[in-house]
């Protein structure tokens, strides 16, 4: 069987090659490979690669940027991604692509379910599920998976952040009016692969998907139990958890809106693909583990 990885050097992207490279014969790319600002150079891509399956793990994710930057996070979020499930039409490949909780506008209080309507807040959002619904009317067989705030070692995101800055300030402030589950850019990869072994066998599991780990905190509540751990994992950091002060999203006036529920119903692809996603706590707890044993933190 063969595989193609595009987005291979993003958080996502680096998690996923060693697991899919075991499936089969991979073809993993990089932005400089393939970028998916030009929507038909990667249909071109494909028709020479033939793979068998593509995951696209490749998005533009500027939130803010893509507020001015429209025609560009399109063209990469929803013009590539049709052009993707266009060129896996045409030779029966299976294509899985990432979505985001970005889609919803944050405004019910439950977890949402694949079934809810989707209103974006901005641009990002917007473009993202454009991308969805491309994929889903080319008639390829697709997964698309909606996943939130994900994290990794490597890269820009969120626990990294706090954890760099708790290491030299005494006080910061954190959002305490955004809600979701921090989930690990490895946990999401192996769900995928494990859903993606299945669906080749039963491709009566197409479909779109919500994955994320279990459980839910605000932003405030994570970055104090970031530091909490780190520090009781022997971290030496000059912040406390009782010193990160809680704010409101508007305090920090950035361009576009993000949702303030990004709680996904996961249930759908528990029951599809017998996973039991671990809770939030536990890929935060093994992220601090590996940045001390790297000797990173």
């Known amino acids: 069987m ?12 680096q998690a996923l090659r060693p697991l899919l490279a075991g499936l089969g014969s991979l073809r993993a790319c990089g932005r400089a490979e393939a970028d998916l600002e030009e929507p038909a150079a990667i249909a071109a891509l494909i028709a020479r690669e033939a793979p068998d399956v593509i995951v696209n793990a490749a998005a533009y ?3 803010d940027a893509a507020e001015d930057d429209r025609d560009r996070a399109y063209r990469v979020n929803a013009e590539a991604v049709g052009a993707i499930g266009e060129a896996a039409r045409k030779r029966g490949a299976l294509s899985v692509h990432y979505s985001t909780d970005f889609v919803f506008d944050g405004a019910g209080h439950g977890a949402y379910a694949e079934t809810d309507t989707a209103r974006p807040l901005g641009v990002y959002g917007a473009s993202k599920l454009a991308g969805d619904e491309a994929l889903a009317a080319s008639g390829a067989d ?3 998976l909606r996943v939130s705030w994900n994290y990794s070692a490597v890269g820009r995101n969120f626990p990294l952040t706090i954890l760099r800055l708790a ?15 921090a989930t690990a850019a490895s946990l999401i990869a192996e769900a995928t692969c494990t859903a993606l072994r299945q669906t ?7 479909g779109l998907y919500h994955l994320s780990a279990a459980g839910s905190a605000s932003r405030h509540e994570l970055a104090r139990f970031i530091v909490a751990e780190a520090a009781a994992q022997g971290a030496v950091l000059a912040l406390k958890p009782e010193n990160i002060r809680p704010v409101r999203a508007a305090a920090y006036g950035l ?19 017998g996973v039991e996603l671990p809770p939030w706590q536990a890929g935060v707890r093994q992220l601090i583990t590996t940045l001390i044993g790297e000797g990173r933190l």
């Open 2 to 13: 063969k595989l193609l990885l595009l987005g291979a050097d993003g958080q996502v992207g």
């Open 61 to 63: 994710t500027a939130v």
């Open 142 to 144: 697709h997964l698309i």
């Open 167 to 181: 290491a030299t300030r005494d006080g910061i402030d954190v959002v305490a009016d955004e809600y979701g589950a």
């Open 200 to 206: 080749l066998a039963d491709r009566g599991k197409t």
């Open 255 to 273: 361009k576009a809106r993000r949702p303030s529920n990004s709680r996904l119903d996961t249930g759908k692809f528990s029951r599809a693909f």
